[in-house]
């Protein structure tokens, strides 16, 4: 009797333990934990990446509604979705209707073409004393000494054969030839069409111009367009940039990469970024760095490091400078010296709706060799539009 009570006992307990196996085993996917990405320990560097990581590099998971609220695991550090869980994931605009609204904003600007310039060329008698004033209206709109000298040269030439002071035939003359000095042959579309792989695109330029935010609404521009993004956060020495980072992205339920410990190797967490991306097979990957001044060469090389680092894993694609309109000629000297560390393919030009000095536009693309790909006009999370010539020159022109 004792014999079967014990045989009855243990197939008892056998049932008991399979039954809790099973809902552990359930409750495991329910988290999704078979979604997170294997990662490297920190004291584990890229395979030939020449460098080492300082802490963690954290693997954000996608925050959709499919895959429910991340978690976190053991060497993972997951970016916080519940603000985003709360208001649920953001749709961002759609790209097209962008362009009229910052077009918009960009005619109420204060801005010399559409006041001065149009005033200047249609007066009765354009004598020496006018194109005096009309260079130094150009130059004050930090066109340029050269590309100023060009515009007027043409003005001057087609006033003389035309002989028209009238106001709208004045605005089409100027129209043609800024829209000429802009250059709308230039290809302004961002390289993103990568065979087999994530485009990997690097932002990059100094302190206070706007690079994370920049990042996040560029990210909202890709999502619009129905692709697949991953963030790496390789702005390790400001401390809020990876939060920062992450929230951009995970209200629009885009991965953040991102490291948990302040001052780690950005060129590691950009590397496992790009991992990641691959991992996930994501359409763009995005690297956010840190802010540098131009001028300090020691950061200027770690720049370098952190593009040499990726390139060990994947080429890169796009590497879009930032830099702030209202600096004016300031920023040329920025965009020189960038341009020679990391091969800046693009140009992100923000807070153009706050000078009066849209002449920039000219002067860096004829400086760097390189278009105006983005232009941002405002404080939304979806002021950020591809840059179309013609509709700037209109803008710049239009009637108030």
Do not use: C
């Not at 007066?123 to 209206?137: A, K």
């Not at 300090?296 to 930032?322: C, I, Q, T």
């Amino acid at each position: 009797m004792d014999s079967q009570v014990l045989i009855l006992f243990i197939v008892l307990a056998a049932v008991l333990v399979g039954l809790v196996s099973l809902l552990f085993v359930r409750a495991g996917r329910a988290r999704g934990l078979e979604d997170y990405p294997e990662t490297r320990d920190a004291d584990d560097p890229a395979p030939g990446a020449g460098s080492e990581s300082e802490g963690d590099v954290a693997v954000a998971e996608r925050g959709t509604a499919q895959r429910g609220a991340a978690e976190e695991t053991e060497g993972v550090d997951t970016v916080d979705t519940a603000e985003a869980a709360e208001v649920g994931i953001e749709t961002p605009e759609p790209v097209a209707g962008r362009l009229a609204r910052l077009r918009a904003r960009l005619v109420r600007s204060n801005n010399v073409f559409g006041r001065s310039l149009l005033a200047l060329l249609s007066s009765d008698d354009i004598d020496e004393d006018v194109w005096e004033e009309i260079e130094e209206t150009l130059l004050t709109a930090d066109l340029g000494t050269e590309p100023t000298m060009e515009l007027v040269d043409r003005l001057r030439e087609r006033v003389t054969v035309e002989g028209s002071t009238d106001p709208e035939r004045v605005r089409a003359m100027l129209h043609d030839e800024l829209t000429a000095l802009i250059d709308p042959t230039l290809d302004r579309s961002l390289n993103l069409d990568a065979a087999g792989r994530p485009s990997v695109v690097m932002v990059v330029g100094v302190n206070g111009v706007g690079k994370t935010t920049t990042v996040g609404k560029l990210a909202r521009v890709l999502v619009a367009e129905d692709k697949d993004v991953v963030l790496g956060a390789a702005d390790t020495f400001r401390a809020a940039a990876a939060e920062q980072l992450s929230t951009w992205g995970a209200r629009v339920g885009v991965p953040t990469v991102k490291s948990d410990v302040e001052g780690a190797d950005p060129a590691s967490v950009a590397y496992d970024a790009v991992e990641a991306g691959i991992e996930h097979e994501a359409d763009v990957v995005m690297v956010d760095t840190a802010g540098r001044l131009q001028n300090k060469a020691n950061l200027m090389d770690e720049l370098g490091k952190v593009k040499r680092v990726v390139e060990k894993r994947s080429e890169v694609d796009e590497v879009l400078l930032v830099l702030d309109a209202t600096t004016g000629q300031n920023g040329l000297s920025q965009a020189k010296v960038f341009s020679e560390v990391v091969d800046v393919t693009g140009i992100v030009l923000t807070k153009l709706d706050g000078t009066a000095r849209g002449g920039i536009v000219v002067a860096i693309q004829r400086q760097l060799g390189v278009p105006v790909k983005l232009v941002g006009l405002g404080e939304g999370p979806d002021d950020l539009a591809p840059f179309e010539a013609e509709s700037f020159v209109d803008a710049l022109l239009e009637n108030r």
